[in-house]
């Protein structure tokens, strides 16, 4: 396989839709043969992806035909959605013709005697047509020639994920015929279009004479599972599926119809089909191919742009400084014998830096914790060890300061016990409390 492959399997396909390319590889959409209008996607001409495309093409002005690069993670790719415009234009335009120009073989009874047993089956479809029947039927294909306009012929989407038949696929091309829905007006009318009995009855045979049970949204559609490109793989195979209906009536009237080349549609790329997974491979990846994010990837998306909006839109505010804490009181005077506790404390003095510090939470010592059951404690250990008795505690009610100093042994080698000085604490105005000579 060769990189003309490729682009022959493009042109062919295009060229079904009514869509050729100049020497150049730039794309048009043929009208007639007198009138062609360039074919492009959000105002870039679309070219086929040749080499000399690739290497010389301006890519803010064009943009590269290569469908088969789609993303099978993401949605329609542009070239997809294009495509599928396309496509649904070239179904209009030829079954449009079709109910024209088989309307007057029918009112034309000098051409009835030319009739096959088989073309003769299309009189069936009539009674009577006239010259009015002609000027109706115009003015309904008329009606759905208007680009924009919501009175269609043909409809096609692409479903993501769906059945058809019972049958799941990951990707459904649904093909659809909203003509058909004007059938069952009780006044008669077709796109706004007013019908006498006969005329309304005629169209409806006619309608499904080209195309049989074009009422089912089932008939012409198609599921695909490909694990290259399933968005171009049902597109294209509902198209098929469509184009060889009308081209069994293209080819059945042929010698009746005014231009039947015109209205035939190619199919011989179809073989193709059974090699999309090299025809990928074998050119890039370009932009407008590979699809449109999906809902998951797009919501991450919007919620990653609304975060980083909302973070360039929001001020930097500073971090205050720590609070300093309030003044803390000092401890109350504890009771017990240790060194050290039941004085009166100083303020807490404050750094000129650094904050407050908190006062630690004061533990009980070891030897003031109660004696577990059967055990000696602390105090009558050493009361035993020196001779003396273990030292009541104070009485609670009372403060330090107003307790009389209790007689205490003195340790082994005083005579007597250690005296305290009793000088006033600065700004307090009250003497240094006694403290207990015991362990």
Excluded at 8 to 36: I, P, Q, R, W
Excluded at 110 to 118: D, E, Q
Aim: hydrophobic fraction near 30%; glycine fraction near 6%; include cysteine.
């Amino acid at each position: 396989m060769k990189v003309k492959d490729v682009i022959d399997f493009y042109e062919g396909l295009l060229g079904s839709m009514g869509v050729e390319a100049d020497e150049n590889g730039l794309l048009s959409n043929v009208l007639n043969s007198d009138t062609k209008l360039p074919f492009t996607v959000e105002g870039k001409r679309l070219a086929l992806p040749t080499r000399e495309v690739l290497r010389n093409a301006d890519w803010d002005n064009y943009m590269a035909f290569h469908p088969l690069s789609e993303n099978v993670y993401r949605g329609e790719s542009k070239i997809i959605k294009a495509l599928r415009a396309a496509t649904v234009f070239r179904i209009t335009s030829v079954i449009s013709v079709l109910l024209i120009e088989l309307t007057e073989l029918a009112a034309n009874q000098n051409k009835h005697k030319k009739l096959t047993p088989r073309q003769s089956e299309l009189l069936s479809c009539f009674d009577k047509p006239d010259k009015r029947t002609l000027v109706d039927f115009a003015k309904i294909t008329d009606a759905i020639s208007f680009p924009g306009t919501e009175r269609r012929l043909c409809s096609l989407y692409i479903k993501r994920g769906g059945k058809l038949s019972g049958e799941g696929y990951s990707r459904v091309a649904i093909m659809s015929f909203p003509i058909t829905d004007e059938f069952d007006n009780d006044d008669r009318s077709i796109f706004g279009v007013k019908l006498r009995v006969k005329d309304f009855n005629s169209f409806v045979k006619l309608f499904n004479y080209i195309l049989p049970y074009a009422g089912s949204n089932e008939e012409y559609s198609y599921g695909s599972n490909s694990k290259e490109a399933p968005y171009f793989d049902s597109l294209v195979r509902s198209f098929l599926k469509v184009a060889v209906a009308v081209n069994d009536k293209t080819e059945l009237f042929y010698d009746f119809l005014d231009a039947p080349d015109s209205i035939t549609i190619d199919t011989s790329w179809e073989d193709g089909l059974e090699n999309i997974s090299i025809f990928r491979d074998l050119i890039p990846a370009l932009s407008g191919n590979s699809g449109d994010p999906g809902v998951e990837e797009q919501e991450s998306a919007n919620e990653n742009t609304a975060a980083e909006s909302t973070r360039r839109l929001t001020p930097e505010v500073p971090t205050p400084p720590p609070q300093q804490q309030p003044y803390q009181q000092p401890y109350p005077p504890q009771q017990g014998g240790q060194p050290g506790y039941g004085m009166v404390q100083q303020p807490m003095q404050h750094p000129q830096q650094g904050g407050y510090h908190q006062p630690q939470q004061q533990q009980t010592p070891p030897w003031e914790e109660e004696a577990a059951e059967g055990s000696v404690s602390f105090s009558e250990m050493m009361a035993k060890k020196f001779g003396s008795q273990p030292t009541p505690p104070p009485p609670p009610q009372q403060p330090y300061y107003q307790q009389p100093m209790p007689n205490v042994a003195p340790y082994p080698g005083y005579q007597q016990p250690m005296q305290y000085p009793q000088q006033p604490m600065q700004g307090y105005g009250q003497p240094y409390p006694p403290r207990y000579q015991g362990i």
